[in-house]
């Protein structure tokens, strides 16, 4: 009698350690995950939280929606991972490679939120999409009204930086409304940050750095697919990634990723991973390191690439030493300078341009094409797989290897 008192004594404190008003002790350590789910041409990113807790942001397409991404790629996809419940669902924009694949997930998987950039003005087939959400009974929701402007799913921090109310007031000279109306996120666990942009272009992303709303993100989802109409200098520069992926389709007709934007990230020492080369690819961080994953079909993930603590924290001091006051020759140039007028050249004399060493000039294009590889090789942390795949497409007459 005694010892079945005591099983019940354990079994209710076990009972009251799991309710809701009280902490648990082996609970789930922290952790966010981010999957590039390969859909084709075409954005579907995954969320995941502790506790089976899933964002979906797009979901893939094509115009018509003749391919059926939906039921034959990203819901299949979905249940290999486990998914069937999603909080929220996010459709960035109004483009056929970023919503159609949800009609599929309105109707197979339970959804608690449908956002969208905005209801007014749309197409017909939007109207279809959010018309079955409402008929699902899923709360439908605009993030150009200001909604869920910063939230916290357990420890992970997450803000909606765009669509803002007024959004269109502020943006100037865009050359493709439908893309620069596309939602932002952005959720950061610890040191480690991801950054969602959608298909925003230059307009949109001058909005954005206009108003102070991009910082420094550690995987960067590159906008519009690699496209040559985003990604300005100033963007990649703010935002500074450790890495970048991409949704792109294998041979794709746009070109992408376009040679210069992928340029622009690895002369930073940032990678470029994109799905029609490396597949269905997923970031997990426990708030310190990040790791990279191959996931295939069937089999375990490959573990592709991995940042410890020390990796993420040299990528945190970089920053910190490029806004650190560089002094050095500059101040032995000024105290040079205090006491004396500088001469004004009245004209300049036209002056040929020389090598910089005789050596230089003797080599031929192919010796100096091979020393610029191997400087931009030890660059960008000696990864050249993206160049040498540009230079095959530039032999196909596809695109300029990203050198020329």
Known sequence: MRIRLLALLVLANLCGACSPGTSVLFDEPPSLCLTVLDVGQGD???????HDR????DGGGSIGGELAVGNKRLLPALRRLGVVHLDKVFMTHAHADHFEGLFAVLESLEVDEFWLPSRFN???RIRALVGRALRKGVRVLEAGRGGLPESRVGPVRTQLLYPFPGW????VNSHSESNDSSIV??????DVSFLLTGDIEAAAERVLLGRGLIERSTVLKIPHHASKSS???????AVDPLLAVAGIGRDNRFGFPHASVSRRYLSRGAPVFWTARHGTIRLCTDGFSLSLEQLHEQGSPTLHRFWDSS???GWQDKANRSLAPSFGDKSEDCTAAVGERPVRQTHKRKTRRRPSSPVSATKGKGERKKEAVHRIKEHSGGSLDEREWQRSRSQRKRLRAPWK
């Open 168 to 171: 269109k007031k502020a943006l």
């Open 185 to 190: 996120l952005r959720l950061a666990l610890g």
């Open 311 to 313: 990796s993420i924290a």
């Open 54 to 57: 899933h964002w979906l942001v």
């Open 231 to 237: 990604s300005t200098p100033a963007f990649v520069n």
């Open 44 to 50: 579907a990113l995954l969320l995941s939280f502790p």
């Open 122 to 124: 749309t197409k017909p």
